[in-house]
């Protein structure tokens, strides 16, 4: 085992182990060590740090997240893995510890329904039960692959044996290739939970969760668990849901079923971008609202009308990077949103 030490920019210092192998993000963060981060996977670079001493090896020198290292010495902790003992500093000050602690464990992944060409749903049958929050994700490694992918919980059953997972299939990509042409069930290992976009029915306050493809998947678990608790009392939560075009649609029934199930405490707006929703469509879903647009130009009425209300809400956002990027954008700079009550995945 290799000696990290990690001093982050106010002098404070933590220490933990990691094998030649092992991620030292990855590791950081099973020791309970708060290492800023994101996605975990190379993608956003918000786990960059400064290499002082020792030696690592780059698992990834492509990473999307490498453009965020403009200085010597920077590299990313999720693609790093030790040779020796190594101190590394960050420009950043130490993230509060993951709550509830992550941990590794295996599973055995298999495919529960296909939903349209390229978006399936997928069941995570895990060796022992984990706890985790409405919001939260997994790191899942396959076998054969290089890195982990991840992937967010899209139901909330906290101490379950089993993670439920929505996936859609990227043109090329190594994992989907692994996960939707492969018959038989696949042995995987996670990292589990891991994500600060949670929602916390205790704070009282409603949401306003705009999703982008199949980035719904932690707004489920979201709106999983305010079904569970039953309506807030302090406002109307919203879901955007931004698709290209109705042919691309997927659980519609899900939504228009939790419409009526919160009794006016929940609106849920479908955005597609390039074609409009048929009348049809319209009248299989009619608890759900129709519009054409993208996802943030959308909710910007949303948004406006919910700062005013009595209680304000809070804010997630979640889908592909740049989808992610223009929402956040959009939200701090042009609606005031403030940023503390905007929480986000952003995987890539």
């Not at 609606?335 to 503390?340: D, G, M, R, S, T």
Request: net charge negative; charged share 20%.
């Amino acid at each position: 085992m290799n000696k990290i030490v990690v001093t982050d920019r106010t002098g404070e210092s933590q220490r933990f182990d990691a094998s030649d192998k092992m991620r030292i993000l990855h590791a950081g963060l099973l020791a309970g060590v708060g290492l800023p981060h994101e996605c975990g996977t190379g993608t956003c670079g918000m786990c960059k740090a400064k290499l002082e001493t020792g030696e690592i090896a780059d698992l990834w020198p492509e990473a999307p997240g490498r453009r965020s290292c403009r200085r010597p010495g920077e590299v990313l902790l999720c693609q790093s893995a030790a040779v020796n003992d190594v101190s590394l500093s960050l420009r950043s000050a130490f993230s509060p510890p993951l709550r509830p602690a992550c941990e590794r464990v295996k599973g055995r992944l298999t495919l529960e329904e296909t939903l349209t060409d390229d978006v399936a749903l997928f069941r995570c049958t895990l060796e022992r039960p984990l706890v985790y929050e409405a919001g939260q994700f997994a790191l899942v490694g396959l076998p054969d692959l290089s890195g982990p992918r991840a992937w967010s919980m899209i139901d909330y059953t906290p101490g379950a044996a089993h993670f439920d997972f929505l996936l859609r299939r990227a043109p090329g990509g190594g994992a989907s290739a692994i996960v939707f042409d492969t018959s038989d069930e696949l042995d995987v290992e996670l990292i589990a939970p891991l994500g600060q976009a949670i929602f916390d029915p205790d704070e009282g306050r409603p949401f306003v969760a705009i999703a982008g493809g199949s980035g719904i998947a932690g707004m489920l678990a979201i709106l999983a668990r305010a079904e569970a608790e039953g309506p807030v009392n302090a406002g109307t939560s919203h879901i955007v849901f931004g698709l290209r075009d109705p042919d691309s649609a997927y659980l519609l029934d899900r939504l228009d079923a939790a419409v009526s199930q919160m009794n006016g405490a929940l609106r849920v707006t479908v955005a597609f971008s390039d074609a409009p929703a048929s009348a049809l469509l319209q009248q299989a879903h009619a608890n759900l609202i129709f519009t054409e647009g993208l996802a943030h130009d959308v909710a910007a009425p949303i948004v406006e009308q919910a700062k005013h209300g009595d209680v304000k809400p809070v804010y997630f956002v979640a889908g592909p990077p740049a989808m992610v990027d223009a929402t956040l954008q959009h939200l701090l700079t042009v609606l005031n949103v403030a940023a503390e009550d905007v929480r986000y995945d952003r995987f890539g």
